[in-house]
């Protein structure tokens, strides 16, 4: 017998009601999805159209940031130090770049590029992020830049670009000063991703007041828009937005007389500085021997670069700032009014015999058979260490530690450079901290005629003149376009001292003393100031004996020579500028004086200081500009022709650096 559930009736109705449920809920998701298509439509097309405009447009229109140009650096009278000129470069951009090889093949043919260019630009390329331009060749000529310019399309990671490039008049005379620009490194393109810095052509400081001044001297960038085709050609230029130019800085210093400083100095190595004793500007500082600055902004090659960095002459130094120096006899006229400050009478006198025994230690003066009986006016004029042992015994080194400190030693300036190096002026509170050992009267003898530990900057000195002559904390000043507050308050000098000081100072110069050839050529205008030689190696008793004493300080080995120092005032009587002079390994500080002299008559006759430059340069082998050139011949032919067989036979091993003893001499 057969059993289950009853069979299901299926009527017309109940199948028009399940396809109408069924049609209701297809319907309902066919809505649903035309709704939501519709409404990514409008969103698309309404919210988000201009961001698929810009899209859109990107196809076919590029745009381009434009560099602006650096504000121009000008002296105390308008006169340009640094400017910019228009330039035509080329740059790889790695990214773009599809055949490296056949590229740089390509242009070096073009540009007719050496073969220490291409090494260059394979070696930046090889190193380079993809954003960032490698430079391949700045300052064309007009034709190439346009033949480049044609052939873009076929180049593709090649961008030749026309701006403006840096430019520095004075050349090598303010390097150490203004500095130089360079392209913008990878660190500082991490730091805040700034399209601008990888902008082809674009350049930021990379030394000196470029570098500090940097905020105030770059300008904001413009923009270019361009249409191309799909392959990169160029249809039409759209819209340009033009950039803003940087601020322009305004220095106190005297371009013509930054010049003549570091012409005169010649072939010696070393610093000038001039300063206004009236305000504290600083008129001149320059370093020589220098860099060309025009060359390090635009890209110097290995060969320039390993002649610069060989230099024992160390031309890459700001030696104004960063070089340290004893400050040897320069620090008699400070010591003095040390003594002065102390009570003890100008009229004492000590008998030089021309050696002084501490201990068992025998201290000499510079004339080996002394000066006789002295006192404080001749000791200055005529720079005898004797009398300055005996006088600085009497007051101990805390005394003359103060007055060096006021008058500029040991102090790090206000000044917009990355680097300075204040020295030491030494007391017994610091040996004590630096070397776990007490004072010695030795050590008290060293420095009181500027040696031992006692170190100075070639600023320094210019602003210890400038104190002496004033009779003011002055503060150094560069930047002229800045407002300064009122400058630093008396010493507080008794003003019998000071005259009485001025006066023996002046005798260096005009009284037959040490400084006899630093005498102005000028009618009414004396003069002041004081010589230095600084030993950089230890005299021994044997030398002495043996008559070698001034022979090793001014001859053979030029590491081995004593430095020269000059500082002093202008006029004596009325002291208007205060100037420094550093020659290192000079033999003695009369050839700093020589130097001083012509620059301080730059200042009151300049016809007259040119034509003593002029007759200079002459045996010298011409300006900076034409020794520097030569030298850069030579430098070539030692090294780019490559070693001879006897060189390679016999190679000459290198000459380590000159360790700098405290010595003892002072005059």
């Known amino acids: 017998m057969a059993s289950g559930r009853p069979g299901r009736f299926i009527t017309d109705q109940t199948l028009v009601y399940t396809f109408t449920r069924r049609a209701l809920v297809l319907g309902g998701l066919q809505i649903g999805l035309g709704g939501l298509l519709a409404g990514r439509m409008a969103w698309l097309s309404i919210a988000q159209k201009d961001k698929y405009d810009r899209l859109a447009e990107s196809n076919r229109v590029q745009s381009q940031l434009i560099p602006p140009r650096r504000g121009w650096i000008v002296d105390r009278h308008g006169k340009p130090i640094a400017i910019n000129r228009t330039s ?8 773009r770049l599809q055949d490296p090889d056949r590229i740089i093949d390509e242009l070096r043919g073009l540009l007719d590029l050496s073969p220490e260019d291409v090494k260059r630009i394979k070696d930046v390329l090889d190193k380079a992020p993809g954003y960032q331009p490698v430079p391949v060749a700045e300052n064309l000529d007009y034709e190439r830049y346009a033949t480049i310019s044609l052939r873009q399309a076929d180049l593709p990671g090649v961008a030749p670009s026309s701006g403006y490039a840096r430019a520095y008049p004075l050349g090598a005379a303010v390097a150490h000063l203004v500095g130089y620009v360079g392209p913008a490194s990878v660190e500082d393109y991490k730091k805040n991703h700034d399209p601008l810095l990888i902008t082809p052509g674009f350049k930021v400081g990379k030394e000196g007041l470029e570098r500090t001044m940097e905020p105030w001297l ?59 004793v009236a ?28 002649m610069a960095s060989a230099d024992d002459h160390l031309p890459l130094m700001n030696k104004a700032l960063q070089g340290l120096y004893p400050p040897g006899s320069t620090v008699k006229p400070m010591v003095a009014l040390a003594l002065l400050r102390a009570g ?34 001749r000791a200055i004029a005529q720079s005898c260490d004797i ?43 610091w040996k004590l901290a630096k070397y776990h050992k007490p004072w010695t009267a030795a050590d008290t003898v060293n420095s009181a005629i500027g040696q031992g530990y006692m170190l100075v900057n070639p600023l320094q000195l210019a602003v210890m003149a400038s104190r002496i002559a004033s ?3 002055l503060q150094p000043r560069i930047i002229g376009n800045k407002h300064y507050g009122p400058q630093g308050p008396p010493i507080g000098f008794d003003s019998e001292h000071v005259d009485f000081i001025h006066r023996a100072m002046r005798d260096v ?22 010589t230095g ?36 005032f202008a006029p004596f009587d009325n002291p208007r500028y205060a100037i420094g002079v550093t020659l290192e390994h000079a033999g003695h500080g009369a050839a700093a004086a020589v130097v001083a002299r012509d620059v301080m008559t730059w200042l009151f006759a300049p016809e007259r200081a040119m034509a003593t430059l002029a007759a200079n340069e002459a045996q010298w082998g011409g300006g900076i500009s034409e020794r520097m050139a030569a030298e850069t011949a030579r430098w070539d032919t030692a090294h780019l022709a490559g070693p001879t067989p006897e060189q390679e036979a016999n190679p000459d091993p290198a000459t380590p650096d000159a360790k700098i003893p405290p010595g003892e001499r002072g005059d």
């Open 88 to 95: 035509f470069r080329v740059d790889l951009i790695p990214d």
């Open 218 to 276: 770059r300008g904001k960038p413009g923009a270019k828009r361009t249409e191309v085709t799909a392959h990169g050609k160029l249809v039409a230029d759209l819209t340009t937005r033009p950039e803003q130019m940087g601020n322009m800085l305004r220095l106190t210093i005297d371009a013509g007389l930054q010049d003549f400083a570091a012409r005169r100095m010649g072939t010696n190595s070393g610093a000038v500085t001039v300063i206004d």
């Open 279 to 306: 305000n504290g500007n600083i008129l001149a500082m320059a370093s020589m021997p220098a860099y060309d600055p025009n060359s390090f902004s635009d890209g110097i090659g290995q060969s320039e670069w390993a």
């Open 344 to 377: 003890v009478p100008a009229s004492d006198m000590v008998v030089c015999s021309g050696a002084y025994r501490v201990g068992n230690g025998l201290f000499h003066c510079w004339r080996h058979g002394g000066h006789g009986a002295i006192d404080m006016h």
């Open 387 to 429: 009398y300055f042992y005996t006088m600085a015994r009497r007051i101990g080194i805390d005394q003359i530690a103060r007055m060096a400190r006021l008058l500029g030693m040991g102090e790090k300036y206000e000044l917009p450079f990355r680097s300075q190096r204040y020295g030491t002026v030494p007391d017994t509170a």
């Open 471 to 473: 009779g003011q904390v």
């Open 509 to 530: 110069v005009g009284g037959g003393g040490t400084a006899i050839a630093a005498r102005l050529p000028v009618a009414g205008v004396e003069m002041a100031g004081k």
């Open 533 to 568: 030689s600084a030993q950089v190696r230890r005299i021994s008793m044997a030398d002495r004996l043996a008559g070698r004493a001034g022979a090793l300080g001014t001859g053979g080995d030029w590491k081995l020579r004593d430095h020269g120092h000059f500082l002093g």
